[in-house]
């Protein structure tokens, strides 16, 4: 092979590599669910990393693949918001969904600085309803924000659509592991939380003036995929692989696995005669040390079955990549003695961990 091959080989691989990991939008394909796929009342999570926040609840449901209609060629999933009644937003009001973005994935954007990067975001949408839709993107502070528009023109149609954001050269931007960025699709929003369209302000704006509000009519529907946020123009949306998307998500949330009606949970070490703890290991290394919480019926399992009476978290035991699970049961343990957690004939109980932002 001659020299000059070898040259236009390597700008040819580098060309491609450089294309990996560039959409800074985690579950941007709606495929990772760990959580359930459902909420009625606002404030849920129907696909992982996707959060719902809302003033007024019971005003609209979210749904991964809500009313069962065909995704945009290339997907299998999206994330669907339908309207529960004809509810007109007061000043105040706010119903979105989006994305906290961690600190450590934005930092190469210099927001906050002079160096400021410009950056796309697009998306796949489809609406029962049409016209002029809003979201922004957001510092954590929110006292920074940019507002953003979109057109949909033709009803239960998907349409493919791009937003350029000129970087911000000012304002606070975290660049650890808190949020350093906030996307945020608005379906209803009070005057308070508009703005003017294609600007920074100094201000948490979350919507535009003028926008659709869906949750303005009973019924309406909003559905999204796709969703994609990178340094630059607008390329093809990246496909990361299920495992690769999921491990993402795992950073933020890890719930053990269901459908198993005697699934032991985590192996213990008796203390005393009533409790026991172990050491649980995550399956990746999380955001920040996670919060617990538990569902389902349990039991302690080993020369004896007790139930259980509480299991918490030792926080000064635990870190971001492993958690100690302290266990209070029925008496009849022996210290020393090996235990282990134990679904009691419940396919339906986990134990839960959260790091979101």
Not at 100 to 108: D, F, M
Not at 273 to 298: E, N
Request: aromatic share 12%.
């Amino acid at each position: 092979m001659s020299r000059a091959r070898d040259f236009a080989d390597l700008a040819s691989t580098s060309s491609v590599s450089s294309l990996s990991s560039r959409n800074l939008i985690i579950n941007g394909a709606m495929q990772v669910a760990a959580r359930g796929t459902s909420s009625s009342s606002g404030n849920g999570f129907a696909v992982d990393r996707f959060t719902n926040p809302v003033s007024q609840s019971s005003k609209l449901t979210v749904q991964q693949n809500a009313g069962s209609v065909t995704p945009p060629a290339g997907f299998q999933y999206y994330y669907g918001m339908t309207s529960s009644s004809a509810y007109t937003p007061i000043s105040t009001d706010y119903f979105y969904v989006g994305q906290n973005i961690e600190g450590y994935n934005v930092a190469h954007l210099d927001w906050g600085t002079a160096n400021a990067k410009t950056v796309t975001l697009s998306f796949w949408v489809r609406s029962s309803l049409t016209g002029t839709f809003g979201g922004s993107i957001q510092n954590s502070a929110q006292n920074r924000s940019y507002p953003f528009s979109y057109a949909i023109s033709s009803a239960n149609t998907w349409e493919y659509k791009t937003v350029t954001i000129a970087g911000d050269t000012t304002g606070t931007w975290l660049k650890t592991n808190g949020k350093g960025a906030v996307l945020w699709f608005s379906v209803g929003a009070g005057s308070n939380n508009q703005g003017t369209a294609g600007a920074w302000a100094a201000a948490n704006y979350a919507s535009v003036t003028g926008a659709v509000d869906v949750v303005g009519t009973n019924g309406a529907t909003w559905y999204i995929t796709g969703v994609q946020l990178e340094v630059g123009s607008a390329t093809p949306f990246e496909h990361r692989s299920y495992g690769d998307e999921l491990a993402r998500c795992q950073r933020y949330y890890y719930r053990t696995p269901t459908g198993r009606t005697y699934q032991r949970q985590c192996v213990l070490t008796g203390r005393s005669s009533t409790a026991s703890d172990g050491i649980f290991i995550l399956p990746v290394s999380m955001r920040s040390q996670p919060t617990f919480s538990k569902s389902g019926t349990m039991s302690v399992e080993g020369n004896t079955t007790k139930s259980i009476s509480s299991i918490s978290l030792s926080t000064n035991a635990s870190s971001t990549d492993r958690v100690r699970l302290s266990v209070v049961s029925d008496s009849g343990l022996t210290a020393g003695y090996s235990y282990y957690i134990f679904n009691v004939n419940d396919a339906s109980a986990y134990l839960d961990f959260d790091a979101e932002l």
